[in-house]
T-cell receptor, first 110, second 114 residues
Framework: AQSVTQLDSQVPVFEEAPVELRCNYS??????LFWYVQYPNQGLQLLLK??????LVKGINGFEAEFNKSQTSFHLRKPSVHISDTAEYFC????????FGAGTILRVKS | DGGITQSPKYLFRKEGQNVTLSCEQN?????MYWYRQDPGQGLRLIYY???????QKGDIAEGYSVSREKKESFPLTVTSAQKNPTAFYLC?????????????FGAGSRLTVL
């Protein structure tokens, strides 16, 4: 069965600093991996996805993620965060129906 | 613009009452989903449907019911049998129910039991 573990429930970071949000997954077959962002009291928006091909995936708002099959990881990174990046971020894996991690709240401080 | 409309955005319910959350999409997507979100638990799948007049239980279907009479609509009923219904409910859709397809989400409905 597929599952997702987000290793940090909250990540505080200062504005313009780099950030990494960690995600590990388990799956019995080839996987499709996703990162979504959720702003307060809103639905989820897709940041980026890995389906196949290059292991480095670029998404919207300057985010990128790297698929590492040997470590079963799909960590999300941004080299310089802004206040507006404050939100909750969800890693997800899909073999058919999408399964989400518990979420990581990114708090960007000025 | 195409998208998913959930209503109502906020809903209050007394214990023992059934309530129905609406989800309508105009994206011509085949598959539709209901997720429940609680703080610190991520999103958990309640029900999903890949075709009209057919749906499958997710991980936490107990106390919920759905119908899929039209491709565009996938309402969720929270019954009195759901022991802890206070949560944020998210409806989503995708082109087809395969793993590579991205979910498009509605803005959510927040249910509070008084």
């Amino acid at each position: 069965a597929q599952s997702v573990t987000q290793l940090d429930s909250q990540v505080p970071v200062f504005e313009e600093a780099p950030v990494e949000l960690r995600c590990n997954y388990s799956s019995s077959v080839s996987v499709y991996l996703f990162w979504y962002v959720q702003y307060p009291n809103q639905g989820l928006q897709l940041l980026l996805k890995y389906l196949s091909g290059s292991t480095l995936v670029k998404g919207i708002n300057g985010f990128e993620a790297e698929f590492n099959k040997s470590q079963t990881s799909f960590h999300l990174r941004k080299p310089s965060v802004h206040i507006s990046d404050t939100a909750e971020y969800f890693c997800a894996v899909s073999e058919g129906v999408m399964v989400f991690g518990a979420g990581t709240i990114l708090r960007v401080k000025s | 613009d195409g998208g998913i409309t959930q209503s109502p955005k906020y809903l209050f319910r007394k214990e023992g009452q059934n309530v129905t959350l609406s989800c309508e999409q105009n994206l011509n997507h085949d598959a539709m989903y209901w997720y429940r979100q609680d703080p610190g638990q991520g999103l958990r799948l309640i029900y999903y449907s890949q075709i009209v007049n057919d749906f499958q239980k997710g991980d936490i279907a107990e106390g919920y019911s759905v119908s899929r009479e039209k491709k565009e609509s996938f309402p969720l009923t929270v019954t009195s049998a759901q022991k802890n219904p206070t949560a944020f409910y998210l409806c989503a859709s995708s082109i087809m129910g395969s793993g590579a397809n991205v979910l498009t989400f509605g803005a959510g409905s927040r249910l509070t039991v008084l």
